[in-house]
């Protein structure tokens, strides 16, 4: 059972960057998907970056594009989301996911199933 911790959130300004960091342990990551979800107050949960098991394919969703990048080091056994150019509207909960089933990523952002393993997440506020 993999178990995953997330960290680097925090306060930023408009324009700035962070680096959001998922550590796994109880199990390799080199057999999952890897997820980044975020849930701003009142809205449902959305799917921000996801990558395959290689990292050879990610996958973004539209407001992130060229903004952000997902990136993994199994050998670390951690996943990276860089963010940049934040925005305001970035503001939220971010939750790292992994799951072995699903075929491609953009199916495990679109959460097209259940996602089966989640930290505890990890807050963002874009504020200035």
């Known amino acids: 059972q993999v178990q995953l911790v997330e960290s680097g959130g925090g306060l930023v300004q408009p324009g700035g960057s962070l680096r959001l960091s998922c550590a796994a342990s109880?199990?390799?990551?080199?057999?999952?998907?890897i997820g980044w979800f975020r849930q701003a107050p009142g809205k449902e949960r959305e799917g921000v970056a996801c990558?395959?098991?290689?990292?050879?394919?990610?996958y973004y969703t539209d407001s992130v594009k060229g903004r952000f990048t997902i990136s993994r080091d199994n050998a670390k056994n951690t996943v990276y989301l860089q963010m940049n150019n934040l925005k305001p509207e970035d503001t939220g909960v971010y939750y790292c996911?992994?799951?072995?089933?699903?075929?491609?990523?953009?199916?495990?952002?679109?959460?097209?199933?259940?996602?089966?393993?989640w930290g505890k997440g990890t807050l963002v506020t874009v504020s200035s």
């Open positions: 996911a992994a799951d072995l089933e699903f075929t491609t990523v953009h199916a495990m952002c679109a959460m097209l199933g259940p996602v089966d393993h």
């Open positions: 109880g199990s390799t990551l080199d057999y999952y998907e």
């Open positions: 990558i395959s098991r290689s990292g050879g394919t990610t």
